[in-house]
């Protein structure tokens, strides 16, 4: 295969390769969520939230320490995203357009070279604006969470559980781009390392996205006993 055509075969079947294995993870996360880390999270959290909200004014420091530190994870991740965006359009304003030399077979420097570094800048303003939306959230949920009047009102922390778990889906998609720049940021190198990247990602998201035996028991476990908890509990009440 001649060199110059490395970039238009290699890199769209890299992209294709990634972009299969998450409509993949998007329809198990819909379908059979408890096969996915994703899944199960967002089943925790909403368990997390009933249990904070059944009693507010006990579990109101609880509640807003643990969203504070995930506002924390989220702005690091916004500052890190944005600080290497302006780092980008700094090195590309100022580059001459004297052609690098060729460190891996297949390294085209030319018009490629702007869609290179366009497409990992744009990476990282995606994960810069998932983080911010994902600090709105968590904002948003640290008032809601410590409400006393919402305690046995099921609408209203349900409401606050999908609230948190929009932010921490936004979060999510936010470490995705980070991810995403690491085969992008190869492709400046050549399209073969950014191929191989893309192959040796996706063998990792898979073990880092999927759920063991063992991890979902532990959660299904702790799912049912809360809710026999909450059902012994109204009973209680009830009568």
Not at 68 to 88: E, F, G, Q
Not at 175 to 183: E, G, N, Q, V
Request: proline content about 3%; hydrophobic content about 45%.
């Amino acid at each position: 295969m001649e060199e110059k055509q490395l970039d238009y075969v290699l890199v769209p079947l890299g992209m294709f390769i990634f972009l299969v294995y998450h409509v993949w993870l998007l329809y198990t996360i819909i379908y059979n969520p408890r096969k996915t880390v994703v899944g199960l999270n967002a089943e925790s959290r909403r368990n997390w939230v009933f249990s904070m909200m059944n009693d507010p004014l006990k579990n109101g420091v609880l509640a807003v320490q643990t969203l504070r530190n995930n506002i924390m994870a989220s702005t690091l991740l916004a500052t890190t995203a944005i600080t290497l965006s302006s780092l980008i359009s700094v090195f590309v304003s100022n580059a001459s357009n004297s052609s690098s030399s060729k460190l891996v077979y297949g390294n085209k420097t030319s018009f490629l070279s702007s869609v290179k570094f366009f497409s990992i800048l744009l990476c990282f303003l995606v994960a810069f604006l998932c983080n911010v939306q994902s600090i709105r959230y968590y904002a948003h949920v640290s008032f809601l969470a410590t409400v006393p009047t919402f305690k046995d009102q099921n609408d209203c922390i349900e409401y606050v559980a999908r609230n948190l778990n929009r932010g921490s889906f936004f979060w999510s998609l936010g470490l995705r781009a980070f991810y995403m720049s690491f085969p992008l940021f190869l492709w400046i190198f050549g399209p073969i390392p950014m191929f191989v990247c893309c192959c040796m990602m996706i063998f990792l998201l898979y073990f880092l996205d999927t759920t063991t035996s063992f991890t979902r028991d532990l959660h299904c476990k702790s799912i049912k006993e809360e809710a026999i908890a909450n059902d012994v509990e109204s009973i209680h009440h009830s009568l």
